[in-house]
């Protein structure tokens, strides 16, 4: 592991101040509330081959009903974590990123890069989305589909591209609401040594709610609390053609799981710093980071009557780390404008485990994981070929990047004597994947049409980690391959005026083949003594990680919004919706298979929004979200429930700098299906989760 003192020392501004001069390309930008200009200049060279389909800024980032940034990608049907449960109470395993239904799972599919450092944890790739808060954020890209050369392998499904606050006004936000909630997040910044210093905290806790429906608690369900904090300190330093930027943050969070004796705590630390130049040659700008993560876990068995529990598994640590970079060199040529981009991860990480719980206590201990190296060298070319008019033609991408996976060991040994029980060393394993896509386009780029071609190496977590939930077990699998996801994206953007407002509409047709999808597949159930598991009760399911066949999915991404002519608080309208035809094909090693929907894949989602300012009073945000039924298993025997929620926010600006706000999700009570266990036990949320703050800007 490495060591994170000399680290933060390094990443220390004192430790590199560079000389003084200007920062180029920049605009002046103000922020609301405040009469403060900040300027601002692109930290990246910029993607031109492949724009983001909703951008979110800061006004609707401020604005969002729910107080956590995947709560504010609600307006991106179809972009959501492994279940339909948010970040505060879901355990950290389920909360990666799919920004396509295709074949949801706990590590999630899709890139989450903050200014070009990626966000995915270096052990199971899923996000601890307490770390980004919506006020920390300038702006959300959120690009669906295979993202661009310089977005890496995990950006199977798409890409979340964060860019985090620097300068600006002061702000604090306070708030209160159900369930015992209250949070605190505040930022400032100070200009010193011709630098800007920016600082970001949060607080947040909540006792939460009961889980398991109502019906089928027993006196073992409890309510889901969670506590969790964050500060982050970021520096930009002015330098010789470009800038230093620096950055330093930790976060701790800790959470029960709404069953008596069940509870995960993770924290971790990131360091990072970047140095961008520009000159008449062109732009670059060069990346390193270091991440360390741990995560503690401790699940239980229920009794069939929930009245009692015996302990299954104490993940009591999971130490993780990553070091990495990337270097992004745009030139300055004539006719072309590519971006050449460099990047390498070095992860490596272990689960450390007891289990087997007998008598009084655990008789076993694991010890599992290993090191994965990714590196790739990645060409973005937009119009590398185009009409005279530029009314059409062609834009490439080009990548091709090397993963190993090494080192890794298995150990389990009893708890008395000493004496190994398992012993394995997977071998090592390593290859290299050419990927990319080509887009012609037409009418100026409002028509496209792109093949392309991604892939997505299994995480730590996927390779080495069995876990148990409840009844339900999943066993670890060494022999991963990675997924390699092809297809075609035709799309299709128009905008215009009309009714008194502008109008955009997008719609987006896709058909793609997801090879090798990872997925835990059903491969014996309770009761009885099981291989590794030992004995598993009834109602009971052991799983296997598995590259189960291939699946394809025809889908269809539509949104049209309408902006009211004018300046100052304008009307809005959203309506947005996702639709997907996703199947398994098994082949000959899973039959089973074939023909069935992937787990916690929805046929359909959608978004209305309304936003209403209203005369010398309130502004007013309506949202209708839904979903289509999905399943919880890989056999489509666990349906979870189709469902419309209906969500409202109201804000008062009672002076120029404070804002006062009301919020409430699912207001009319809707019963939302969020798991079901082997055992038939249902889980749900139904209760209306109101929120009253206030936010202050100086």
Known sequence: MFSWPSLFLLASPAAALPPQSSVGASVPRAETGSDVIVVRAERLPSDRSMSAQISLDQAALGSSIGSRLDEALRIAPGASLFRRT?????????????LRPIAPNGAGRALVSLDGVPQNDPFGSWVFWVRHDPMF??????????????????????????????????????????????????????????????????????????PVSPSKRGTVDLPANFTASTLTLVSEIPADNGQWSFRASGFKEEKGAGTLGASSAARGADVSGARKLEGDWGQARLILFAQTRDFANQTVSVAADRASVTPALDQYETPASALGGSLIYAPALPHWSPRWTLDWRHSEGETRELFRFIGNGFTRTRVAGGQQDLIGLGLDVPRIWQSDDERIGLDATMRLDRWAHNQARRLEADRTTGANTLSEAPVDREGHVATGRVSLFAWGGQARVSLFRTFRPPSLNELHRPFRVGNDVTEANADLVPEVLEGTDIDLKNQWQGLGGDWTGVVTLYASRLKDPIANVTIGAGPGVLPRVGFLPAGGTLRQRLNAGEIRAKGLEAGLTWVQAGTGPRREVALRFSMVDAKVDGGPLL???SGLRPAQSAPWASYVGLTLPLRDGPQLTVALRGEGARFEDDLNTRRLKAYQALDLRASWALKRDLEMFVSGENVTGTSIMTAISGAGILSETSTPLWRIGFTITR
């Open 86 to 98: 948010s970040s505060g109470p879901a355990n950290g395993t389920i909360q990666g990123l799919s």
């Open 137 to 210: 954020l300038e702006r959300v890209d959120v690009r669906r589909g295979a993202a661009g050369a310089g977005f890496g392998p995990l950006a199977l499904t798409g890409a979340l591209d964060l860019v985090e606050v620097r300068g600006g006004p002061a702000r604090l936000r306070v708030s209160a609401g159900g369930q015992g909630g209250v949070q605190l997040v505040a930022r400032g910044s100070v200009a010193a040594q011709s630098g800007t210093f920016t600082a970001m905290a949060s607080y947040e806790s909540n006792d939460g709610a009961i």
């Open 591 to 593: 039959p089973a298979l």
